[in-house]
């Protein structure tokens, strides 16, 4: 689905040069308009962060829901709907997350491409953990 590349108000970026070679296969995976506010918001983003995860086969979303990494079979990992991030150096401290949700918040609004953040669910809290959100109008 995705390209290496898009253009926003006339400027153009790649992904050439900023995601390593470890985060270009979750990429390509993944649905065109999330992988165009992942590419974005790493332009905007204060913090280096590389994709840990695209799209899953049901094979890989049963062995997260198993291990308890992932509470649901539902996931929109299964469609190319999420992608898991994470910060450059790795960390798993939530409070390393929250530069990466703002710089992802504003590349979708941006975009006008509405997302998820994992961080801001009540309950099970899954920073690494973007995906779209489906608009009441099906688009």
Known sequence: WATNSFSHDGGSFSHEGVFSDRSLPH?????????EV?????????????ITDGKRTIEEQKHYYETGKSKTMKSKHLDGLAVDVVPIPVTWEPEAFYPIAEAMK??????????????????????????????????
Do not use: N
């Not at 995976?29 to 992988?35: D, G, T």
């Not at 992942?38 to 590389?50: D, K, N």
């Open 27 to 35: 990429l390509a995976e993944i649905h065109p308009k999330l992988y």
């Open 38 to 50: 992942v590419l974005l918001a790493r332009h905007l983003s204060e913090v280096s962060f590389e």
């Open 106 to 139: 504003q590349a979708a609004d941006i975009l006008d491409t509405p997302i998820v953040w994992g961080g801001d669910w009540r309950t099970f809290k899954d920073y690494p953990h973007f995906e779209l959100k489906e608009r009441p109008d099906g688009h």
